[in-house]
């Protein structure tokens, strides 16, 4: 049931919790030392992260857990400015010379935000409102040089700056102080620093969804955005079991919304994932529901938790910690180790959305970190009720059968190792023509000349090249590559009229697109092909 509630405005977001001395004691004692539970992040070896929101006294196990760390209040403008003269630097300090001594990932929290912003601010006209933003971007541009990511602008739609204008207002694009505020990071932020976007309560609501792609796009189209950052709070997805007005939102919306998402192109970021639960088997169930939602997303690069140990969590919701302030695990974490040990939903190139197919075609989709093989499914039912073929495959290309003539087909598939299977991939879908790949040649004399396209490709490693002589006599085809390069000679001879196929070996060859010519008296004509390892 999808019982829609409209959200408070939240409040400002302190990372501490009420500390009893007994934490105060354990935070002095641990201080900044080397963890004693050290070991290889959770992630380590993945082309994605799990990292944590953290202050400036808590590191404990951290090293243990995590390869990417975001500071929590200690680097809003708010904490680091509250007078105009006067910078307060130092628990920013600490933990930023501690992730990147620790060579950690790190995320700076955040650069222009509606809320936690200096109070002063607001006092100020227009011109000196803008000056400030400009000094206190610079200003982190230049001490922090080793960010990995910034937030450049958090909660635009839900959050926009009080001092949106001197930025430019909403003006031509409707979001001039967005683009505003992205140029000047660019400009102070170090080559290389991945300039992030940044939103809540996203994904519940397709006219949101919409709202910010169209934002995003802005961006995009001007180079000035790097990753989304989608924050993840459990209430981005329900309330909290032990709460009196009970909602929940559709979980097909929200992954219909973060796909919307993800064609944008760009990276995905869940920035705050968190899940406000005190029983730890309740906490453990909405894991599982919730964290593979985003985790199997192949654009999602990166899930930061928001509070990973108790004390040091979001005081609005105190139950989100995974570790307790002695480092004992929740139930959550012995799951989550082993969870992000399978592979995740694999990602398919295709064919899909495409009519006229061959009736045997090439299905092909990219490899999947930790897989072993892939499970392919086939049905002529969107929803798989009923399956055509299932098999597990080795390699990331399967071959089809002939299947019936200009009909709809669905394909899927799950990525499988040791550990598990992923969830299976969204669906793609094709028509098939009349045609299949290999037909008999035709009786009679052919009238033309023609070079027909490679089959299959893309290939890995072989790929077999059919054409048609009109009439006999010397031919050559040369594959090049598109510099121009001759890669290989596959003929050079005399040939009769009639249908050829020669197979192309392309071992030696790197992963790319190639062009292959087919010259002989009075016909040339040239196609590529694609090489993918």
């Known amino acids: 049931m999808d019982t829609r509630i409209t ?43 799990l990292g944590c929101s953290t202050s400036s006294e808590y590191t ?79 200003l982190v541009g230049e001490r922090y040089p080793k960010m990995d990511y910034v937030d450049v602008v958090n909660e635009p739609i839900r959050a926009p700056a009080e001092y949106r204008a001197a930025l430019g207002g909403d003006g031509a694009t409707g979001w001039d102080w967005v683009i505003t505020s992205f140029e000047l ?71 219909a919304n973060l796909e919307r998402i993800a064609a944008v192109g760009l990276p995905i970021y869940i920035t705050e994932f968190d899940i406000d ?23 999602v690069k990166g899930i930061t938790f928001w509070g990973y140990i108790e004390g040091d969590v979001w005081t609005s919701h105190p139950y989100t910690y995974l570790l307790k302030a002695n480092g004992t695990e929740r139930p959550v974490m012995p799951w989550l180790r082993d969870y992000i040990k399978k592979p995740i939903s694999p990602l398919l190139v295709g064919p899909n959305g495409t009519l006229g197919e061959l009736r045997n075609p090439l299905l092909l989709w990219h490899s999947t970190a930790l897989a072993d093989s892939y499970r392919v ?57 009349v045609q299949s790949s290999v037909e008999e040649a035709p009786a009679r004399s052919p009238e033309l000349f023609e070079l027909a ?36 000679i596959l003929v050079s001879r005399t040939l009769e009229a009639g249908t050829h196929s020669f197979r192309f070996d392309a071992t030696i060859l790197k992963s790319g697109t190639y062009l292959y010519t087919l010259r002989t008296a009075g016909f040339t004509a040239t196609r590529r092909m694609i090489v993918l390892k």
């Open 453 to 488: 396209q490679n089959y299959p490709n893309p290939f890995n490693p072989a790929t077999t090249i059919r054409f048609t002589l009109a009439a006999a006599g010397h031919v050559e085809l040369k594959v090049h590559n598109l510099l121009g390069r001759e890669m290989a």
């Open 185 to 255: 990071a660019r400009k102070y932020c170090a080559p290389g620093t991945k300039l992030l976007i940044n939103e809540y309560n996203v994904l519940q609501d397709n006219a949101i969804t919409s709202q910010y792609i169209s934002l995003i796009n802005i961006l995009v189209s001007r180079g000035l955005v790097d990753g989304i950052g989608i924050q993840g709070h459990y209430f981005e997805f329900r309330s909290d079991t032990r709460s009196a007005n009970q909602y929940v939102y559709s979980i097909t919306t929200l992954k």
């Open 60 to 138: 404990r196990y951290m090293v243990k857990y995590w390869n990417q760390v975001t500071p929590g209040n200690d680097g809003k403008w708010g904490s680091v400015q509250p007078a105009q003269n006067y910078f307060n630097w130092s628990n920013l300090d600490k933990i930023y010379n501690y992730v990147t001594s620790k060579g950690l990932l790190y995320k700076h929290h955040c650069l222009v935000w509606g809320q936690q912003q200096p109070g002063w601010i607001t006092a100020l006209d227009q011109p000196a409102q803008r000056a400030a933003v400009e000094n206190w971007i610079k």
């Open 277 to 299: 639960e005190p029983d730890d088997a309740v906490q453990l169930a909405q894991y599982q529901i919730y964290f593979p939602l985003f985790w199997n997303q192949p654009a």
């Open 377 to 433: 499914q086939l049905s002529t039912a969107r929803a798989f009720t009923s399956i055509a073929m299932d098999t597990i495959v080795a390699d990331t290309t399967f071959q089809l059968g002939k299947l019936a003539a200009n009909s709809r087909f669905y394909w899927r598939v799950s990525a499988l190792n040791t550990y598990g299977s992923s969830e299976f991939s969204a669906p793609a879908w094709f028509e098939t023509g």
């Open 7 to 49: 959200l408070p405005r939240r409040p400002a977001k302190p990372i501490m919790a009420v500390k009893t001395l007994v934490l105060v004691g354990l935070a002095l004692l641990a201080g900044f030392l080397p963890s004693p539970a050290a070991g290889q992040p959770l992630t380590q070896g993945l082309d994605r992260f």
